[in-house]
């Protein structure tokens, strides 16, 4: 009988020492996490992304079509070098602006400008001048794919520019 009691009381007490670890836990459980949330840019930090890149899309773009001629008369020569490593820095400038852009919380009075841009930069990002227009580290111009990016990157200059235009009031 006394064994018995021994095992009721410590059953109850195993009970009560659950039940209050049960309550500790639920209530750390009732404790929001915090939350992060991203702050509006202003315009000024939004307009700077582009800033720091708009003076070296400008020029590539005023010198694309001399480009694409020294690609195509001369795809070993020095200009033609030059171009390639232009077209590629435009590259990799657009996707890092595009990804600049996606990382900032866009003021409602610029979500024109930055949804318009956007798709341009994503297209000047990707294919990239290498994978279109290199072939064993030799610049080869007359494939279709290098034809096709060589035509599509000049049109997204041309896009570029008038997008940069709209940009004026903040550059």
Do not use: H
Not at 138 to 162: E, H, K, M, N
């Amino acid at each position: 009988m006394r064994s018995a009691l021994i095992l009721a009381s410590t059953i109850a007490l195993a009970g009560l020492s659950l039940t209050g670890c049960a309550s500790a836990s639920s209530s750390a459980d009732a404790t929001p996490s915090p939350t992060f949330t991203k702050e509006t840019a202003t315009t000024a930090q939004v307009a700077s992304v582009i800033a720091q890149y708009e003076d070296d899309w400008r020029e590539v773009s005023d010198a694309a079509g001399g480009c694409r001629l020294d690609l195509v008369t001369n795809s070993e020569g020095l200009d033609a070098l030059t171009c390639s490593y232009t077209e590629q820095t435009a590259g990799l400038n657009a996707l890092l602006a595009a990804a600049d852009l996606r990382d900032l919380e866009v003021p409602d009075e610029m979500q024109d400008l930055v949804f318009d841009i956007l798709p341009i930069l994503d297209r000047m990002s990707t294919p990239d001048f290498n994978s279109s227009c290199l072939v064993d580290d030799v610049i080869v111009t007359d494939s279709d794919a290098c034809t096709t990016f060589l035509g599509q990157r000049f049109a997204d200059y041309l896009a570029l520019d008038s997008e940069l235009d709209r940009w004026k009031p903040y550059l």
